[in-house]
């Protein structure tokens, strides 16, 4: 017979603590909202998402697009992509701000719904797929317009950013 109260004591335990990890969880974004911290803001750039990364598009067309000795030309091809890709992906960057908000609003006055930011959450996920497959878009089309010395240029920059990058790692983690 106390086999069975045991197995119930151990699920209603387990259960309370699963409870109270998600509550935690749920507790930690709201307050890390409202306190300023957790938003991206500081590393995203005017055009969004597709310009916010400082080793990803944004820092190429800044640092290592810089090195490659682009021709005018090349520079206005350049600049007529990725406003084409801003414009035609304005709409799906619009989605994904609502669908965030709406995350945050649905942890706010502390209370929880585990299903209302799970489907959230799921939304996004399409939205953030269907952007990245744009954004892949966006490197081809980009890299179309570099020279064959241009691009080996630019895989070799990627190349001696990784190396310092991982050095960097290193000395963090020692």
């Known amino acids: ?5 045991f197995k119930t004591l151990a699920i209603a335990t387990l259960s309370a603590i699963a409870l109270a990890a998600s509550i935690a969880v749920a507790q930690s974004v709201s307050t890390g909202q409202q306190n300023g911290q957790g938003t991206r803001k500081s590393w995203q750039g005017p055009g ?25 030309d090349q520079k206005a091809k350049i600049k007529q992509i990725r406003e084409g ?3 035609r992906n304005k709409p799906l960057r619009e989605q994904l701000h609502a669908k965030r908000q709406e995350l945050r609003q ?8 585990e299903a209302l ?10 939205l ?3 952007l990245m497959g744009e954004e892949f878009k ?8 570099l020279t064959a010395e241009q691009k080996a240029q ?3 920059s990627k190349a001696q950013f990784k190396a310092r990058h991982g050095e960097m790692r290193k000395g963090n983690n020692e």
Do not use: C, I, Y
């Not at 649905?106 to 719904?113: A, I, L, Q």
């Not at 930011?117 to 399409?126: H, I, N, V």
């Open 128 to 130: 953030e797929a269907k």
């Open 48 to 72: 969004g998402r597709g310009e916010r990364r400082g080793h990803g598009w944004g820092g190429m067309q800044g640092g290592a697009f810089r090195q490659l000795n682009l021709t005018d």
């Open 1 to 5: 017979m106390k086999r069975p109260r």
């Open 138 to 145: 966006l490197h081809q089309e980009t890299l179309s317009v």
């Open 117 to 126: 930011a799970t489907q959230k959450l799921t939304e996004m996920a399409s």
């Open 85 to 87: 890709f801003a414009e």
């Open 106 to 113: 649905s942890s706010e006055g502390g209370t929880f719904d």
């Open 154 to 156: 630019l895989e070799q």
